[in-house]
């Protein structure tokens, strides 16, 4: 799997973006997908999931009400729309595939296939 994350730039506190993360395959369904951020000088943190076959997602409590994370299966294509942005907000954003078991993972060591990440950058 093969996978292209897009949709990061420079927004104001309290704005709004959407990343998106297009995957390569024709099994896109069988991947449980995530988004992990990585700001500098820190660790890569777990963001949000979703399920291969979608269903009730799972947020890192920093993110909760403010982000949701979505997939499109048809189109391969996984998204984090994030509203209410924040300062804090501002990193490398990656998506991530591992296959789906029914199971949420928020270690990164979990995730098999990661995307090139794409900066968000919040300011104040």
């Known amino acids: 799997v093969q996978l292209q994350a897009s949709g990061g730039g420079l927004v104001q506190a309290g704005g709004s973006l959407r990343l998106s993360c297009a995957a390569s395959g024709r099994t896109f369904s069988t991947y449980a997908m995530a988004w992990f951020r990585q700001a500098p000088g820190k660790e890569r943190e777990f963001v949000a999931a979703?399920?291969?076959?979608?269903?009730?997602?799972y947020y890192a409590d920093s993110v909760k009400g403010r982000f949701t994370i979505s997939r499109d299966n048809a189109k391969n294509t996984v998204y984090l729309q994030m509203n209410n942005l924040k300062p804090e907000d501002t990193a490398a954003y990656f998506c991530?595939?591992?296959?789906?078991?029914?199971?949420?993972?928020?270690?990164?060591?979990?995730?098999?296939?990661w995307g090139q990440g794409t900066e968000v950058t919040v300011s104040s």
């Open positions: 979703i399920r291969g076959s979608g269903g009730e997602p």
């Open positions: 991530a595939a591992r296959p789906a078991n029914g199971i949420y993972y928020t270690a990164s060591r979990r995730y098999d296939y």
